[in-house]
Structure formats: structure tokens, C-alpha cells
């Protein structure tokens, strides 16, 4: 094992220097830094072509320069000794502060689509392949193909024109008129018909429900304005605890295990009074304290299905855990739409919230909430995008992976041997089909830095893509390297993480040493 | 289902729940924030590119957006207005040409006039910038290699290096330049620049006296004895790039102003926004307490920002969507201003190859459908355009319509291909075209104009090539006539020389007229505006009685203001809409 981790760790550091090679000649060669210059009428035209070339250090050959820019760039393989050199762009910016920066913006952006991508695409994955050929599986894949195969800017300007700008207007007076909200209803009525599934009367009936269920709260709404001064209250909170404590049990345990529903059940308790218990000190709250908080939440959640136990007592545990989580996770959303008014009516955001541009609104003051509000407010367009084109990939890899499994000899034996759907499907499907994906998954993570290019320029944000585009433009190779350097490391980084987590997830594949 | 105890107390905390609510009702306590900002009195500026430096003198540092910032951080003893007039600020200080023979310039600063920090702006000031952009200390040779440029410039040093070493007034507000022969822009040869004070700490010296005698002490620079001065060089360099920051640093020394605003916050690559200089009274008084901008590349995404009310002002790179997307939101207020920047697209012939022949040259302006060509590619952006008719003038400057009249552009103002089959007599010359067949406007003007130089007997050959290597292929006799950019300064004549000269550095297409050489040697020693264009219309009507080519048309700049605002409005010249950022006001 050893033996084959250096020997791929020596590959990756000999195709790394012969790429950088190739990349910095290749960029060095990609035009004429002094183009604009040429054709320039300054009177001072040769000062600042020289000026420029003294920049460049044109008057070295390239492959020269390469090796001028290796000697600084080794200097980072010195761990704590802040020597690192990776040159200088046109600004005279090193391109490590440049990097630094740059990588910080792409990361912002593409984390959170990345794992809402997966986590949506490997769910919709595995319930199209559980309702293989059904209207919802079609559908799924018709939407799917759909959005992977729209342009990103295209989607991104209909996000902004219809998301950003077209909502701010309603925020304006949101009262949404009642053949609208009869609309929005039947069509999440139909759309709940075909997802629920079974017997005509089975669908009719969800879907009325639904249709009456939203219809009736868009109404609701619409009336006491909700959108200006939005909020879930205790009621809600403690509704829709129960519905989750119903599902979580549903999916860990299995209703018929009834220790771990109590255990669900009583978290949500727990929740509904933690949530008067807690708003004075959500007021003061910093990232540090949420995170705390959190994992409290889960450790209390966890501590009563220990304590309610059962036969099987870690699925109580896992049950009221995961409980506990989504419920805290209902109250912290509370808290944010009560912060909701006060960043409307902050003097940036000039009652418009949701942002076309940018990360955050400049010079916006506020308290945690308010800010945290900012930033989702400009993070949503750009994430929802990336989430649409990338959402094919997961959803379609994973219904294929999942569909090879159910048609499994052992799946058949688990069948016969009288074990539940539930557990069929949760304990020996799901599970190794997400071996498969957990291969993509790490590939997507290296790529994850250098590949959203196109929305970067789009949504104004200046991270890896730019300092890319930037360095060509000016046909500088220091940024290119610095992206290329980076983006090659995780690539490589994560293409061995696949590798090692294949072998330890899948027994039938071993590392030959 | 049966329910256990458990349970039960479940459904009796949901109801305690319940009765809670009631009294707390659903929308919670109001959370507290911080105060919310100051009250109106703002502006959203968007710019294309991102600060990355206070210091736009230097060579690194030259940038569109470092020049708007230093404009309006810094002031100086003039600005240049919408119509490409020179106005002195009066209140920072006056210059004034002394005698005629041989030219001397006196610029006093007035007393009062600070950095922000409280340091007085004076002759030490203005020596250092007068030693950063004279080139006076530089011994470096260019070919040999030798040598030292101690400050890299952005500016043109030709003006300044003719002056001998400034003398100091007696109340140390003052420096007197005396230049060894007459220039004609000394008037736009000099400004302020950096504070003296910062440069002299920050580059190894005890305090602006002692770089005021090291400047003093040191000798102007010999290229053919070069010697390298460690302490200036060191200065120098602080200079070139000390001011050199995507961030606001935390020395507020590297960030002093002297004009109506002053750096308060940046966020790297995303904003930077500017307050009000408190002390600021030494030039036209600004109405806005706070300016952000923003950096947008992309000219959709900075229309968008417009009209979901992140942005107040944009000037994005203008297309005819742009445009048409612009218009679309008058309806909310937004006015939409295009006009003619100081860039111009033209066709030049080559005194050579075929064109040798003044009559072929002729033939061809004859044929060039000028109007055509400004219908086509720049109407859609700004309905009031027309062909412009002078190569060294602007619609904009005030002499440019006598100028226009003399100069024998009307000889060509429409198409004439009856005229030019004439002057062919029958001849079907060869034309390689050279052109950026990357810039669509390029690839526009050269289809029409081949489709009618063929009609007059031209066989016209595309010679376009990609955009990083057309500009290299620029006088080196590849082609017979070109399509491509120049950039008229808009004020001052230095330029006139630089393309028009026999010898001048931008004359690719090798136009020689011994007349205008002389009238040009002229023009760069007369320091009288009214003589300057008197001779610029006499070489403009040269250029055009010798087939030089023809102008095509100004590029159009847009500019786009939300209904808040008054007193935005954008010039040709250099800074845009920000030449008068003192004159913005909230309605």
C-alpha cells in the first residue's frame, strides 16, 4: 500500500513538471504581451513598450523563464518558510496573495452547489431507479438533460432577470394575486401526484391535498404579507418536527421500531423548547457559536435515543440524532427570517435583497444574521445555477449505478430472506451503489476549483477563472501557473483519494503494493 | 398506533408550544443590528477593472481605474473638462509661464493646501514629481543595456527633460521650471503627484528635506557615464511600486489625499469605496458623502446590476445589445448618454507598393463609403454619429468644424465611383488589406469598403489577421492599406509628431511631407493655444491634400445613470464620467 501511494506520489510530481513546462511555454507562446502597445500612438510608446518588457522579462526566452519561475515556485516545497515565489502579475501583485484570494472567491461559490448538486442528484438518483420507466423517472430525466444542456450564462441572466430583479420587484408589495396562487398550487399538485406514486386514487388525492395545502398558505401570505416580515414560529416548527421524526424514523429504522420514533419524537420536543430557551442567546450568535450549537443539538438528539434505547438501540440514537438536527436547523432558518426586515430595510440593500453581482453587498453593517443573510442572498442566484447544470451528472450516474445493484443475485437472496423493502434498499442497495459515485465525487472536488469559469465572469466574481483568463490576456504566465499549479495538485490529489477510497469501499478491488 | 408516554408528553409540549406562540406570535423578538449606514448621499460607480494601485504615475500602475481614483483622491492645478478645455484649479495653486524666452513656468502652491495626514503640500511635492516624471536622473541606454531608469514613468518624459533642475521658491510653495526650447504642452506637462514626505520615509530617508537635498545634490543622469545612485534608486523604487495594493493597507501614509474624496475601505477585486475628505476645500466642492464602486467585466452583468438598483453608474464596453438593453430601462429612470471618445478607427494607405501612385490613393479615398461604414457599425450605438473628417481633431474641440471646412475632407465626403475609375484610368491595382479580423468593427468596415473599391476596379485582398498578431505586422510593408485605432490625446500636440512625423515612432505607413515635418517642428515649440491650432489645421489640410487616408469614425463610449442622480455626464476625455465627480448630486 505504502509502496504504491510513493509510486503514484513520484508519477504526479514528474507529470506535474512536464505539464507546467508545456503549460508555460504553451501560454508564453499564446500571443504578443506588446500587441496593444504596437499599434499604440502614445509619443512615449517606446518607454512603455520597454517598461512593459522589463515587466515580462521578454528579453528572456521562455524556456528560460520557465526555469527562472520553477526556481521560485520549488522555494514553496519548504513547509513555514514563506519563501514561496510564484512571480508577480501585471498589477505587481504576487500570485500567491492573487491565489490566495482567488481561491477563497471559487470555493464560495462552488462548495455549496457542489454538495447540494450531489445530495439532490444522488437522491433524485435513487428514487428514479427505485420508479424505473415510471412518469417521474421520465420526467426526472427530461429535466435533468434539460438543464445539463442549457448554457450556464444563459441561465444565469433568465436567474438574474426572473430571481433577482423580478422578485425584488414583488418583494416591493408582495401580495400574490389568487389566480396566481391557485397556479403555483396546481402545479406543485400535479407535480406531487406524479412524484407520490401507486394506486390513480393514491395520486388524486396527494395531489389534491397539495394543491389545497399551498394554495391555502399562498393565500395565507399574501394577506398578512408574509414575504415583508416572514417567520415559522413554534407551531410550524413543531408540525413539521413531527412530519420529519415520521420520515427520519422511516428511512433509519423503520416505523414498526417504535423505541426509535419515540426517540425522534421526544428530540422534537426537546427542540420546541430549546427553541424559547435559546432565541436570547441566538442574538448573540457568531459562526463559532452555530457550529457549537450544532453539534450539541445532534449530541443531545443522540443522548436520548441512547437513553430511550430499545432492542437496537444505535438506531434510536441515529434516529433521534438526525432528528434533532433538522429541527435545529428549522429554528436557525426561523431566526434568519425574523433577521429578515432589518436587512431589508438596511440602507445598502435599499429593499432590493436578492443580488445579481458580487459576494456581498459593499459596506453593508449588521449583525451576524444580517450578514449571513447578505451573503446567502448573493450566493443564491450563482449556486442555483451551477446546482441545474451539474445535477445531470449525479442524478443519471447514480440511477444507472443503483439499478445494476437492485437486479443483484444478493439482492434477490435479501429479498427472499424476508427482509423489508426499507431494508433492501437502505442497507444493501443504496449503500453500494454509492461506491461508484464516491469515484466521481472525488474527481468533481479536484475539478471543483478551476470549472466555473463562465459563472465567475458572469456573477462578477473574481476567483480561479479570472486570474486564469487574466493572465492569458495579457499573455503573463504567473497567473496561469499559479492556477494551473493548483488546480493540478487537487486534481492529482483527488485522483489518488478516489483510487484509495475505492479499494477500502469496495472489498473486491485491492491495491496491489 | 399506540402511543406510549412518551409520546404523549410530545403532544404536551406541542400544545405548551402552541399556547407560547399565542403570546409571542410568529414573528419573534426584533433582533438587534448594528446602525444602519449613513442615509442617501451615495453613489455606486461600476468599473471594468479592478484597483490594484495608488500610485497611476508609475509604469504597473497605469490603468483606467488607478487614474479615476488618483482623480479623485488627488488634486492638482488643473482638470480637463467635457469639451477637452484645460481648466485651472485656482484654489490648489496657479501656474503660470513666466517668460516666453526661454520658456519658464512658476506653480505655486496655495497656502492651507494639506495631505490628508496634515502635511502641507509643497515644493517638495512638486519636486519629486517633477523628478518622477522628467526622466532627468536616468542614464540608461536602451540598445547598450547599460544604465539606470530610476522612476518607470507611465507619462511621456520628453517635455520635462528638457528642464534644467527647478528652482524653489523663497516661501517653499514654489518650483520654477525653465526648459532649454519652447514646448508646446508645457501646460499639461506637469501636476502634482506623490506625497514627498511618504516617498522620502518609505524609500530609506530621514524626512522630505533630506529627499529634497538628495534630489538637490544629485546630477542629471548620463547615459554615456552611467552611474548608479543607491539611495535615489531606492527611493525610486518605492516609488514605482511602494503604492502598489489590491487592499487597503494599513498604512494610511500609502493612501493620503489631497481632493475631494479619500479611500476608506476596499475589498479586493470586488469594491472599494471612498467619504468625503473632510478637509478638502482647495478646488470645486464635491455634494456626495460616500462613492462605492464596484468591478464589473462583463457589460450584461453590469446592465443587470443597474436595474436591480446595485449599480448607479455604469459605462459598459457599448454593443448594440447593451444598448438596446439600456434603453429598455428608461422606463425606469435610467438616462443613457453615448458620445464620441478620444479613439478613432481609420484607414491608412501606404506611400508605397501601389499606392505609391498619388492618384491610386485618391482613386481609393474616393471610394471608401465613409457614411456607409458609420450607418452600419456605429449608429446603433449613437444615433448622432457621423464620419469624422480630421485626423488631428475632435467634433468635440472647438476648432475641429473650421478645420474640417479647410481641410479638403468634403472632397470625399461621399462616394465617387465614377471619380475613381477616372483617376484609375483603367489600372485594377492589387489591395492587401491589413485589419484586426478579430474586432467585428474592423471586419464591418473592411467588407464595405471592399464591395465598393471593387466596383471602382480594386481588387481588394484580405490581409486580416488574428488580434495578438495584426498590431506586429503595423509598417513593415506587408499590406497596402490598414483599418485600425488611434487615440487622439484630446488635448495637447505632442501626439501630432508621434504618427505624422517623417521620423515619428507611429508613422507606419511611411508619410513624408518635408512641409508638414517643418510645420510640425513648429508646432511643438509653440506655446500659444490659438498658433497650436492654427498650425494643426495647416498640417490636418496637408494630410488630406496628400492621400494620406482616410478617418473613419470616433469610437462611441456609453454611459448610463439611475434616475437618482444629477450632474453625471461623460466626457471624451480620459476619465469618462468622472471629470467632474464634484458635481454629482442625489436629487
Request: neutral net charge; glycine residues 8%; contains cysteine.
Amino acid at each position: 500500500m505504502l509502496t504504491y501511494i510513493v509510486r503514484r506520489l513520484v508519477t504526479a510530481a514528474l507529470i506535474l513538471l512536464g505539464a507546467s513546462f508545456l503549460v508555460y511555454l504553451l501560454t508564453a507562446a499564446s500571443g504578443d504581451p506588446l500587441a496593444e502597445l504596437r499599434a499604440s500612438n502614445a509619443p512615449n510608446r517606446e518607454q512603455l513598450m520597454e517598461a512593459r518588457s522589463n515587466l515580462l522579462d521578454l528579453d528572456t526566452p521562455a524556456p528560460i523563464r520557465y526555469f527562472k519561475w520553477l526556481a521560485g515556485a520549488s522555494q514553496c516545497l519548504i513547509p513555514f518558510a514563506g519563501t514561496c515565489d510564484l512571480g508577480r502579475n501585471t498589477a505587481n501583485q504576487p500570485i500567491t496573495d492573487a491565489l490566495g484570494h482567488a481561491l477563497i472567491q471559487t470555493l464560495t461559490l462552488v462548495t455549496a452547489a457542489t454538495v447540494l448538486a450531489i445530495l439532490v442528484g444522488i437522491t433524485l438518483g435513487i428514487i428514479t431507479a427505485l420508479r424505473q420507466y415510471s412518469t417521474l423517472d421520465y420526467g426526472v430525466t427530461f429535466m435533468a438533460f434539460l438543464f445539463f444542456s442549457l448554457p450556464i450564462f444563459w441561465v444565469a441572466v433568465l436567474l438574474k432577470e426572473f430571481g433577482a430583479i423580478g422578485f425584488n420587484n414583488f418583494l416591493r408589495n408582495p401580495e400574490i394575486p389568487l389566480p396566481a396562487a391557485i397556479g403555483i398550487g396546481a402545479v406543485l399538485g400535479i407535480v406531487a401526484a406524479i412524484v407520490a406514486g401507486g394506486e390513480p386514487k393514491r395520486r388524486v388525492l396527494t395531489g389534491g391535498i397539495v394543491f389545497a395545502v399551498v394554495t391555502a398558505v399562498l393565500i395565507y401570505f399574501s394577506v398578512t404579507l408574509w414575504f415583508k416580515t416572514p417567520g415559522l414560529g413554534p407551531v410550524v416548527i413543531a408540525i413539521a418536527g413531527v412530519g420529519l421524526a415520521y420520515a427520519v424514523t422511516l428511512l433509519t429504522a423503520g416505523l414498526k421500531n417504535r423505541k426509535a420514533l419515540q426517540s425522534a419524537l421526544l428530540a422534537v420536543g426537546a427542540g420546541v423548547v430549546a427553541y424559547f430557551a435559546i432565541q436570547p442567546l441566538l442574538n448573540q450568535a457568531t459562526f463559532l457559536m452555530i457550529v457549537l450549537l450544532a453539534v450539541a443539538t445532534v449530541l443531545v438528539g443522540v443522548a436520548i435515543g441512547y437513553f430511550v434505547g430499545g432492542y437496537d438501540r444505535g438506531q434510536s440514537m441515529r434516529a433521534a440524532g438526525m432528528t434533532s438536527f433538522l429541527v435545529a436547523f428549522l429554528i436557525l432558518l426561523d431566526r434568519f427570517m425574523q433577521a429578515w426586515p432589518t436587512y431589508f430595510d438596511n440602507s445598502r440593500v435599499r429593499g432590493r435583497p436578492i443580488a445579481t453581482i458580487g459576494a456581498t453587498t459593499p459596506n453593508i453593517e449588521g449583525d451576524f444574521w444580517v450578514l449571513s443573510l447578505d451573503s446567502f442572498t448573493h450566493l443564491i442566484l450563482p449556486t442555483s445555477a451551477l446546482i441545474l447544470i451539474s445535477l445531470a451528472g449525479y442524478t443519471r450516474f447514480t440511477r444507472a449505478s443503483m439499478l445494476e445493484i437492485m437486479n443483484m443475485d444478493y439482492i434477490r437472496t435479501a429479498r427472499a430472506k424476508g427482509l423489508s423493502e426499507r431494508t433492501v434498499v437502505m442497507r444493501h442497495a443504496f449503500r453500494n451503489a454509492l461506491i461508484p459515485i464516491a469515484t466521481i465525487v472525488a474527481f468533481d472536488i479536484g475539478a471543483l476549483i478551476g470549472g466555473a469559469v463562465i459563472t465567475e465572469r458572469v456573477f462578477s466574481v473574481r476567483g480561479m477563472g479570472f486570474l486564469f483568463f487574466d493572465g492569458i490576456e495579457h499573455v503573463d504566465p504567473n497567473p496561469v501557473m499559479g492556477v494551473f499549479v493548483c488546480v493540478a495538485i487537487t486534481a492529482m490529489a483527488f485522483n489518488l483519494i478516489a483510487d484509495l477510497a475505492y479499494s477500502a469501499l469496495d472489498p473486491r478491488v485491492r491495491v496491489k503494493a | 398506533m399506540r402511543f406510549g408516554r412518551i409520546s404523549k408528553a410530545v403532544g404536551v409540549a406541542a400544545v405548551a408550544a402552541l399556547a407560547l406562540s399565542a403570546c409571542a406570535g410568529n414573528t419573534g423578538t426584533t433582533p438587534t443590528s448594528a446602525a444602519a449606514g449613513k442615509q442617501g448621499g451615495n453613489a455606486t460607480v461600476v468599473e471594468v477593472n479592478a484597483f490594484s494601485s495608488f500610485n497611476q504615475g508609475s509604469a504597473d500602475g497605469n490603468s483606467d481605474i488607478n487614474g479615476n481614483i488618483s482623480y479623485i483622491t488627488r488634486s492638482g492645478f488643473y482638470y480637463v473638462d467635457d469639451k477637452l478645455n484645460i481648466v485651472h484649479n485656482d484654489k490648489f495653486g496657479k501656474y503660470e509661464k513666466v517668460s516666453d524666452d526661454p520658456l519658464t513656468v512658476k506653480y505655486t502652491v496655495n497656502e492651507g493646501v494639506k495631505w490628508s495626514d496634515g502635511e502641507a503640500i509643497d515644493a517638495g511635492d512638486l519636486l519629486l514629481s517633477w523628478a518622477a516624471n522628467s526622466g532627468y536622473y536616468d542614464d540608461a541606454d536602451a540598445d547598450a543595456k547599460t544604465g539606470t531608469t530610476y522612476f518607470t514613468t507611465a507619462a511621456d518624459t520628453s517635455g520635462l527633460n528638457l528642464t534644467e533642475f527647478p528652482e524653489i521658491g523663497d516661501d517653499g510653495r514654489s518650483i520654477t521650471l525653465k526648459y532649454a526650447k519652447p514646448f508646446a504642452d508645457w501646460e499639461i506637462a506637469f501636476d502634482m503627484d506623490m506625497p514627498a514626505h511618504v516617498v522620502a520615509k518609505k524609500g530609506g530617508l530621514a524626512d522630505e528635506k533630506a529627499l529634497i537635498d538628495l534630489l538637490k545634490k544629485t546630477p542629471r543622469g548620463d547615459s554615456k557615464a552611467p552611474k548608479v545612485n543607491a539611495e535615489l534608486k531606492k527611493v525610486a523604487d518605492f516609488w514605482n511600486s511602494g503604492f502598489d495594493s489590491k487592499t487597503l493597507p494599513s498604512d494610511p501614509s500609502l493612501y493620503l489625499s489631497s481632493g475631494p474624496y479619500i479611500v476608506k475601505s476596499i475589498e479586493q477585486d470586488a469594491s472599494m469605496t471612498l467619504v468625503k475628505n473632510k478637509d478638502y476645500t482647495w478646488g470645486p466642492e464635491a455634494h456626495l458623502d460616500e462613492i462605492t464602486i464596484r468591478y464589473i467585466g462583463s457589460a450584461p452583468a453590469a446592465v443587470q446590476a443597474l436595474k436591480n438598483g446595485e449599480a448607479d453608474i455604469i459605462a459598459p464596453q457599448p454593443s448594440a445589445d447593451t444598448l438596446e438593453q439600456l434603453k429598455a430601462l428608461e422606463s425606469q429612470g435610467v438616462t443613457t448618454e453615448s458620445y464620441g471618445e478620444l479613439a478613432y478607427d481609420h484607414l491608412d494607405l501606404n506611400f508605397s507598393g501601389p499606392f505609391k501612385d498619388k492618384k491610386v490613393r485618391e482613386a481609393f479615398m474616393k471610394t471608401v463609403p465613409r457614411q456607409d461604414i458609420v450607418d452600419k457599425i456605429v449608429k446603433k450605438l449613437d444615433p448622432n454619429s457621423k464620419p469624422l473628417d480630421s485626423e488631428l481633431f475632435l467634433p468635440s474641440q472647438a476648432k475641429y468644424a473650421d478645420a474640417v471646412k479647410n481641410n479638403g475632407s468634403a472632397n470625399y465626403a461621399s462616394v465617387d465611383i465614377a471619380g475613381a475609375k477616372e483617376l484609375l484610368a483603367g489600372a485594377t491595382p492589387e489591395i492587401k488589406i491589413m485589419y484586426n479580423k478579430d474586432n467585428p468593427n474592423r471586419v464591418d468596415a473592411f467588407s464595405l469598403i471592399r464591395e465598393s473599391a471593387a466596383k471602382a476596379g480594386f481588387k481588394i485582398v484580405d490581409g486580416g489577421l488574428g488580434a495578438s498578431d495584426w498590431s506586429g505586422t503595423l509598417g513593415d510593408g506587408s499590406y497596402d492599406a490598414t483599418i485600425f485605432g488611434w487615440i487622439n490625446s484630446g488635448v495637447g500636440v505632442s501626439g501630432v509628431p508621434q504618427i505624422f512625423k517623417s521620423t515619428g515612432g507611429s508613422n507606419f505607413n511611411g508619410f513624408k511631407s518635408a512641409e508638414a515635418d517643418k510645420l510640425m517642428d513648429e508646432l511643438i515649440v509653440t506655446t500659444d493655444k490659438g498658433k497650436q491650432d492654427e498650425l494643426t489645421a495647416q498640417i490636418d489640410k496637408l494630410i488630406w491634400d496628400e492621400a494620406y487616408g482616410v478617418p473613419l469614425f470616433q469610437t462611441v463610449g456609453v454611459a448610463a445613470i439611475s434616475d437618482r442622480f444629477t450632474g453625471v455626464k461623460s466626457s471624451p476625455g480620459q476619465r469618462g464620467v468622472w471629470w467632474n465627480v464634484w458635481d454629482w448630486q442625489v436629487k
